[in-house]
């Protein structure tokens, strides 16, 4: 574990808003004043492919990055782009591990996204 990718992690575990790198950079560059966008857009590459962050994949291309890698649904406004855990207890079901199309996989994470228009844009 690296000093950035400590920092990287102290960003997103502080932000509930999923920040994109470009954000997390902001944060990460005031506690490491030389670091680059590029170094942190590895590290955050890195830390996804190693099960230590999840990235979110938004229609437009944008990543965004959580802390919280538990199974948990997300909800993206379509109108202002933000990110939102929802705060219910809506996990999506588990597979049934003794069913013959889990045995012969190894399913390693899934996905839960919601999307319209968050309580802000809404009431406009």
């Given at each position: 574990?690296?000093s950035?990718?400590?920092v990287?992690?102290?960003?997103?575990?502080?932000?509930?808003s999923?920040?994109?790198?470009?954000?997390?950079?902001?944060?990460?560059?005031?506690?490491?004043?030389?670091?680059?966008?590029?170094?942190?857009?590895r590290?955050?590459e890195?830390?996804?492919l190693?099960?230590?962050?999840?990235?979110?994949?938004?229609?437009?291309?944008q990543?965004?990055?959580d802390?919280?890698?538990?199974?948990?649904?997300?909800?993206?406004?379509?109108?202002?782009?933000?990110?939102?855990?929802?705060p219910?207890?809506l996990?999506?079901?588990?597979?049934?591990?003794?069913?013959?199309?889990?045995?012969?996989r190894?399913?390693?994470?899934?996905?839960l996204?919601?999307?319209?228009?968050c309580?802000?844009?809404a009431?406009q």
């Amino acid at each position: 574990m690296t000093s950035q990718r400590k920092v990287i992690l102290e960003a997103l575990k502080m932000s509930k808003s999923h920040p994109p790198a470009d954000k997390v950079y902001e944060y990460v560059r005031k506690k490491l004043p030389n670091v680059s966008l590029g170094t942190v857009y590895r590290n955050l590459e890195t830390m996804y492919l190693n099960g230590m962050i999840v990235k979110i994949e938004t229609p437009d291309g944008q990543k965004r990055f959580d802390y919280d890698t538990s199974v948990h649904p997300h909800f993206r406004c379509e109108n202002c782009g933000k990110i939102e855990d929802i705060p219910l207890d809506l996990h999506a079901p588990e597979l049934d591990p003794r069913s013959e199309w889990v045995k012969n996989r190894q399913v390693k994470s899934s996905t839960l996204h919601y999307q319209g228009l968050c309580e802000e844009c809404a009431a406009q």
